[in-house]
């Protein structure tokens, strides 16, 4: 077996077993946000004048000024081009609530679509090989003579070899979109697309996070005061 031949059939199990090694090894672990605190010198206090204290103290009213220190995670499926979306989501709500953190990541398929996408770039290489080097392949294999369906597709190799990397591109897309669009406050779930099967809309979803924020403050403050 000459070096083309080696390649042809090596480099599909090379891809596969990268793929393999990638799928199950850990990610690494994600570094811890650290918020940067400017120090400034500390310069006297001015006196505090009672009539402007109450209203110093007391807390903001507007919508925005409960997004502080509240996190807002949307995770959508990348492979569907739902980025779009969910850049005009978190845009929204930044401007909505001044100080909140929205975070986007991707939402992955389940695993055995996964496995069945790493699948697929070695049946697109497998067909390759046999249009380009067959008669040497299926001898290799135990099979001397190679079936009537070969020879169909070899009548027409590159034919064969485009619509098998077509359909191969069009079954990983497929395999790797989650259709996902879910939408976490404060790790609690608020809205899912897979299950209303819809995106939400934005004032929808402004309500959603302003009505969440709101109760968890209000939890908040009853937990001090039972404390």
């Given amino acids: 077996m000459d070096r083309a031949q080696l390649l042809l059939v090596g480099l599909p ?10 799928l199950f090894t850990p ?27 109450d209203i110093s103290l007391q807390k903001p009213s507007a919508i925005g000024g409960i997004g502080y220190g509240s996190t807002v995670n949307i995770n959508f499926c990348a492979s569907c081009s739902y980025r779009g979306t969910a850049v005009t989501m978190k845009k929204m709500l930044e401007a909505q609530f001044p100080g909140i953190d929205v975070i986007l990541d991707n939402y992955p398929p389940s695993l055995p679509k996964r496995l069945l996408s790493k699948v697929v770039p070695v049946f697109q290489f497998g067909v390759i090989g046999i249009m380009m080097a067959g008669e040497q392949i299926f001898p290799m294999i135990g099979i001397t003579t190679p079936p009537p369906w070969y020879y169909s597709l070899r009548a027409n190799r590159f034919g064969s070899i485009a619509t098998a990397w077509l359909l191969g591109n069009v079954m990983q897309s497929f395999l790797q979109s989650s259709g996902a669009f879910e ?4 790790d609690e779930l608020v809205f899912s697309k897979l299950k209303e099967g819809r995106f939400p809309g934005e004032i929808e979803l402004k309500d959603i996070i302003a009505k969440t924020l709101a109760n968890s403050r209000v939890t908040g403050n009853l937990g001090v005061v039972l404390s």
């Avoid at 199990?13 to 990638?22: E, K, Y």
């Avoid at 939408?183 to 404060?186: F, M």
């Fill in 27 to 53: 990610p690494p672990p994600k570094p811890p946000s650290h918020h940067h605190h400017h120090h400034h010198p500390h310069l006297p206090k001015p006196p505090l004048n009672p009539e402007t204290l």
């Fill in 13 to 22: 199990l090379f891809l596969f077993a990268t793929d393999l090694f990638s």
């Fill in 183 to 186: 939408v976490y406050c404060n």
